[in-house]
């Protein structure tokens, strides 16, 4: 099975810190994303990779950067930590090529719960 | 993107089947119909997609209009695991380079 793990299911940080999350697959996967998600708000789409160093913004990337120095791993940065930030953040992966975009199947970590006080 | 609606919380009875319905009725021609659901303190997981005909696999089966309009996800026979909120996604994979989750339907499954 696709392993994705997500290095911190809570963290707590102070307004101003910069904040480092890490996500790392076990399977080789080409395409790595960060989502949020927010109470009555679903899912967010922050920033993707679809290969080692790139990034695209998705939705909502004001506040973030990202790096993928290495396929495996798909790093999400908060250069200052705002209290708006606090959030459930997710990390998700997945194989298909970019020709075959139909059959993409995301695969999620369980999550990294960051309050920012 | 075009957009989906689904009902915000259904409810349904152990071991009965369950029908969760997606109304899509601006989907394009090249809009195919994905489905995660996302368990209590986990991330989502992938279920199903189709584009026109009706999908099989073993988590549930999906049911297509012919006017492709109007979607159904049917699980079988439910089980109290299966409580979570279920999503239902619509990507042009010509055009849409991401998924895009709306807000689901939460199901509680009452034992």
């Known amino acids: 099975d696709v392993k994705v793990t997500q290095s911190s299911r809570y963290l707590v940080k102070r307004t101003g810190e910069k904040v480092f999350l890490e996500c790392v697959q076990d399977?080789?996967?080409?395409?790595m994303f960060w989502y949020r998600q927010d109470p009555g708000l679903g899912l967010r789409l922050i920033y993707f990779s679809y290969d080692v160093k790139m990034k695209e913004k998705g939705d909502i990337p004001e506040g973030y950067s990202v790096s993928r120095e290495k396929k495996e791993r798909f790093s999400l940065i908060l250069e200052s930590a705002s209290t708006n930030q606090t959030s459930m953040y997710l990390c998700a992966s997945s194989l298909t090529p970019r020709d075959r975009r139909e059959d993409e199947k995301l695969f999620f970590g369980s999550g990294t719960q960051l309050s920012v006080l | 993107d075009a957009k989906t609606t689904q009902p915000n919380s259904m409810e349904s009875n152990e071991e009965e089947p369950v029908h969760l319905p997606c109304n899509h009725s601006?989907?394009?021609?090249?809009?195919?119909i994905h489905w995660y659901r996302q368990l209590p303190s986990q991330g989502p997981e992938y279920v199903i997609h189709g584009l026109t005909s009706n999908v099989n696999n073993r988590m549930a089966s999906l049911a297509i209009a012919e006017d492709r309009k109007s979607s159904t996800l049917i699980l079988h026979r439910a089980t109290l695991r299966d409580a979570a909120v279920y999503y239902c996604?619509?990507?042009?994979?010509?055009?849409?380079?991401?998924?895009?989750f709306g807000k689901g339907t939460r199901l509680h499954i009452l034992p």
């Open positions: 996604i619509l990507r042009d994979p010509g055009l849409d380079d991401k998924i895009i």
């Open positions: 399977m080789d996967h080409e395409n």
């Open positions: 601006t989907i394009s021609g090249t809009d195919y």
